[in-house]
């Protein structure tokens, strides 16, 4: 099966330094050769070794009011750009800590494959910020989805269940183990939290920052909506303050030596 890496980048959340750190984090990380192709609005900064594709049309607007990040929608056309057979698609503000080869010899190429949504373990629901396909498979996907964009984001709040629940011939999950969740999987309970920085669990080959937390949070130990981290009491203090007085312990985290490690260029 060949090598082909995809992202999306669109609006000005994450630009050129994420994809490029993306890029660099495949790199180290596969065994060549493989391909690394970015779906964007602007190439301005991104570099060289990234194959660019302007964004494929959505197919219906985007929703006005859902969860989820239905602009990977455009992806499910019957082209993408030059590429056919098995991309895997790749969020761009993931950290990559272990070998991707096994995400290409996993299943068969005609499958499509999520990763585990850890966040709701009991419902089989997949997460698609590590997920292959086929190019050109989801072409009924994106059929239903453009038939009322916002009635389908009602029902599925998360373009990922939707995925799950509608995908062609069913959906396959990579072994649990592999993607792993920050904040669910990585940060320690508490109180080792306060004490003990976030780690890798075993075998675990990319870490998925879902919600507001994202790497540089990570590196500096703080909330997201924070500007710094702060010790353990003046953090206490301020999340007695907002009105989250669990969330003040559960919350914390210490700066975290593995993604500085491995998010970089």
Same mark, same amino acid.
């Given at each position: 099966?060949?090598?082909?890496?995809?992202?999306?980048?669109?609006?000005?959340?994450?630009g050129?330094?994420?994809?490029?750190?993306?890029?660099?984090?495949?790199?180290?990380n596969?065994?060549?050769?493989?391909?690394?192709?970015?779906? @964007?609005? @602007?190439?301005?900064?991104i570099?060289?070794?990234?194959?660019?594709?302007? !964004?494929?049309?959505?197919p /219906?607007?985007?929703?006005?009011? =859902?969860?989820?990040?239905?602009?990977? =929608?455009?992806?499910? /056309?019957? %082209?993408l750009?030059?590429?056919?057979?098995?991309? &895997?698609?790749?969020?761009l503000?993931?950290v990559? @800590?272990?070998?991707?080869d096994?995400?290409?010899e996993?299943?068969?190429?005609?499958? @499509?494959? &999520?990763?585990?949504?850890?966040a709701?373990?009991?419902?089989? !629901?997949?997460?698609?910020?590590?997920?292959?396909?086929?190019v /050109?498979?989801?072409?009924p996907?994106?059929?239903?989805?453009a =038939?009322?964009? %916002?009635?389908?984001a009602? %029902?599925?709040?998360?373009?990922?269940?939707?995925?799950?629940?509608?995908?062609?011939?069913?959906?396959?999950l990579?072994?649990?183990?592999?993607?792993?969740?920050?904040?669910?999987?990585?940060?320690?309970?508490?109180?080792?939290?306060?004490?003990r920085?976030?780690s890798?669990?075993?075998? /675990?080959?990319?870490v998925?920052?879902?919600? =507001?937390?994202?790497?540089?949070?990570a590196?500096?130990?703080?909330?997201?909506?924070?500007s %710094?981290? !702060?010790?353990?009491?003046?953090h206490?203090?301020?999340?007695w303050?907002?009105?989250?007085?669990?969330?003040?312990y559960?919350?914390?985290?210490?700066?975290?030596?593995?993604?500085?490690?491995?998010?970089r260029?």
């Open positions: 099966m060949k090598k082909q890496i995809i992202c999306i980048n669109w609006g000005t959340k994450y050129a330094p994420y994809i490029n750190r993306l890029y660099a984090m495949v790199a180290r596969i065994t060549p050769p493989f391909s690394f192709t970015c779906f @964007t609005e @602007t190439r301005e900064g570099r060289p070794e990234v194959r660019c594709f302007d !964004l494929p049309p959505m /219906g607007k985007i929703p006005e009011v =859902s969860k989820g990040q239905w602009r990977k =929608s455009c992806l499910w /056309g019957p %082209e750009g030059d590429l056919e057979g098995p991309v &895997l698609f790749i969020d503000d993931v990559i @800590t272990g070998s991707l096994v995400f290409f996993h299943g068969a190429p005609e499958d @499509t494959v &999520l990763a585990w949504n850890i709701r373990p009991l419902q089989r !629901l997949g997460q698609t910020s590590v997920y292959r396909f086929p /050109g498979k989801l072409v996907l994106q059929t239903l989805y =038939s009322d964009p %916002e009635g389908i009602a %029902e599925y709040s998360f373009e990922q269940h939707f995925v799950t629940r509608n995908a062609p011939g069913g959906i396959k990579w072994p649990r183990r592999w993607v792993r969740h920050f904040r669910i999987e990585c940060i320690p309970i508490f109180p080792l939290n306060f004490f920085q976030p890798v669990p075993r075998d /675990g080959r990319i998925i920052f879902a919600g =507001s937390l994202n790497p540089p949070d590196i500096a130990g703080r909330i997201s909506s924070w %710094e981290h !702060l010790p353990p009491r003046a206490l203090r301020k999340m303050r907002s009105r989250a007085p669990l969330a003040a559960r919350r914390y985290l210490l700066p975290t030596r593995f993604v500085e490690e491995a998010w260029e």
